[in-house]
């Protein structure tokens, strides 16, 4: 980050008509983002857009989720028709969607909306051997750092980070135990909801792919591809990509969590870019958060993916900004400050 | 609330493209809002507007505050110039800002955005006897009520609680530690920063309206006037007011907070229309949360006021309606359900 601008802008906010440090965590954000952009006040967030990377997973069939595997077309169809979550706050928030294809087992239609760049029929089952090859993960890296400088020549200020994936919070864990070395019984949750037997079972197939895998944290692509999901690694790209362009990118739960980890492990500068959009209630998220020391914007329970958690916590990221470019100083609004 | 509207509500978020419970609090919030409503999806809640409730405070003699006073009439012109918090925060979310002139010590000029319903120049010291007449308190509820009912007569569909006033920290402690059967050192916070000495003066000070005013919590009105401030008792009646019109009411921090519990001390159902916006980081904010119950949507440390911390809270509220009126159920969208 940019020294300078981080000084200007901590400056600002001491001489804006407030008490001093009563925008809390806002604050930061806002001085976190002066630093990204080399200047205070940087520019406001917006427009902003998400970009929802879907891929399938070969080890959904260890029975990790109660979902069937064609569920991840049929959302990414729902995306593209309006229809889901992440579209509804999406369109309250003034973000455009976009969904990227980097794994979807089935054909998906050409539409406006979808963009195809499909790398495998979904990954290879993790417990059996490395989920992907090298090349695929770095293929996979590749696309998200394009879609990422995409949107930004299209002129988005701000990028949003949104999954699906049927089984993807099974390689979530893996990725986070691996990055985190914590065990795979802290970080795996119940993902879209399974009961006691099935998350036992879950975090044993989380163990037994690291052990299949012997991963290496000091290989985060050997990582993404042993373990991850092509998903996470085009998101990794994607949060590689936005930091290399200087913008912010709002991070949504534990799958873009995962994600975030391996970019880092890449370039940990990219932290400098990223936003805890908000805390998902699956525990590895909240590894990932601690690990990494972002603190979330919104923090209410949710566990759904797509971006949802990401796009709510956008508002006050972009209020954050607007606060630090358009309040008044005491000495402007001829304000008496403080004894 | 309209138990049928409810009942409808809960059943939608079942049926929506998404797991289970998988917008955590928020599928919580759309329901009470179709509740609040009486209809299953409710109207979206907006256009938004905050009122922005302004007066002075006798107790300020007592040296709780570091502000001088006159800050509240110059932080009032501040708002109608737009070069406050609350007006980056407001233009961020599409919200109306209108200023309320309840009590503000000052003359203020007649300006568009400033409505001039001013009852007194100010509260008496709470230290000496009441800061108010009941009919004083009386016409500060009226106030509120009818402040709400214009906003919604002018097409808001959501409103959103703001104040200004210069040491209104002490009033809304004493106004918590009365409603609550708190102590005033736990429901006593710094406000806009204060060291060591000064908070354990500012508690003896709220310790000392209560003792002078002997209130009676089961007469809320008379509790409003013995130690409370003009704009919590117009607050109480903007409450009031956006619940009888069944429309929610977005509560800010610790003053919005005392308000409420003076406006639930009237009128118990009100509490269908309240939805807290944040938890500020002023201590009898949580004690008024726990009291009734309410969890924030925004939890970010902010002690500001204005409203500020409420317009953070309202995109958040507006997508968990968005959501419950525009995604797709499963049958709709063609998704199969989990096993």
Known sequence: PDEQALGQARDRQRRMTKPEGALGVLEDISVQLAGLAGQCPPPLPEPA???????????????????????????????????????????????????????VSADLP?????????????????????????????????????????????????LVTGDMGISNTTPSAALIAAFTGRDPAEVTGRGTG??????????????RALTVNRVDRGDPVGVLA???????????????????????????????????????????????ACVAGHRSSEPGHSAVLEHVGLRPLVDLELRLGEGSGALLGLPLLQGSVRALRDVATFDDAGVTERD
Request: charged residues 15%; aromatic residues 4%.
């Open 226 to 272: 042993a373990v991850g999901g092509l998903e996470h690694a085009a998101l990794a790209g994607f949060i590689l990509g936005a930091a290399a362009l200087r913008i912010p990118v709002v991070l949504d739960g534990v799958i873009a969590g995962a994600s975030c980890l391996a970019a880092l492990a890449i370039a940990p500068n990219a932290l400098h």
């Open 49 to 103: 857009a998400v970009a929802i990377f879907a891929g399938d997973h070969g080890v959904h069939a260890q029975g990790v989720s109660p979902w069937p595997q064609e569920v991840t077309a049929q959302m990414v169809t729902n995306f593209l028709n309006g229809g889901a979550v992440v579209n509804a706050f999406a369109s309250q928030v003034g973000a455009e969607v976009s969904v990227v294809d980097v794994g």
């Open 110 to 158: 050409s539409v406006p909306g979808l963009l195809p760049r499909k790398i495998a029929r979904g990954t290879a089952d993790s417990t059996q051997g490395a989920a992907m090859t090298r090349a695929q993960a770095g293929h996979a890296l590749e696309v998200g750092i394009e879609v990422a400088r995409d949107l930004v020549s299209a002129g988005n200020r701000c």
């Open 194 to 207: 399974v009961d006691d037997a099935a998350h036992q079972h879950k975090v044993e197939v989380v163990r």
